[in-house]
């Protein structure tokens, strides 16, 4: 589990939330309580906002990805537009099998540094 190992590291570790039209990072720990939200998804209960500017790496989830590093989210752009101009690492874990022949993107999709799948890293 990615997360328990960095905590183990010492590291600070965040998980995102979306809080209206935006998402923020938030710290968690090991004592973290989670709740689901709207979408049926896990988010942590706090209040520990990290500094976005400060994040060296983002791991994120994808619907699709091609060979280009371009990824398929869920379409409301919420990573996007948290990511975008920021300097940290961006990395996607897939399966292979979510891989499309070509992702059709836009102005203000961000493209991930590396994907890394049960066969392969690419990037």
Not at 101 to 110: F, Q, R, T
Request: proline content about 4%.
């Amino acid at each position: 589990d990615i997360i328990r190992c960095a905590l183990n590291e010492g590291k600070t570790v965040c998980i995102p939330k979306v809080n209206g039209e935006h998402m923020q990072a938030f710290v968690i720990d090991r004592a973290t309580v989670y709740s689901k939200n709207g979408w049926g998804i896990d988010e942590p209960v706090t209040d520990v906002v990290f500094p976005a500017k400060n994040i060296e790496l983002s791991i994120i989830p994808l619907v699709g990805f091609d060979r280009r590093l371009n990824r398929l989210g869920r379409g409301k752009g919420f990573y996007d537009k948290f990511l975008s101009g920021l300097p940290c690492k961006k990395i996607a874990l897939a399966y292979s099998i979510q891989e499309e022949e070509s992702i059709v993107i836009e102005e203000l999709d961000v493209r991930v540094d590396k994907i890394i799948t049960e066969k392969e890293i690419i990037g």
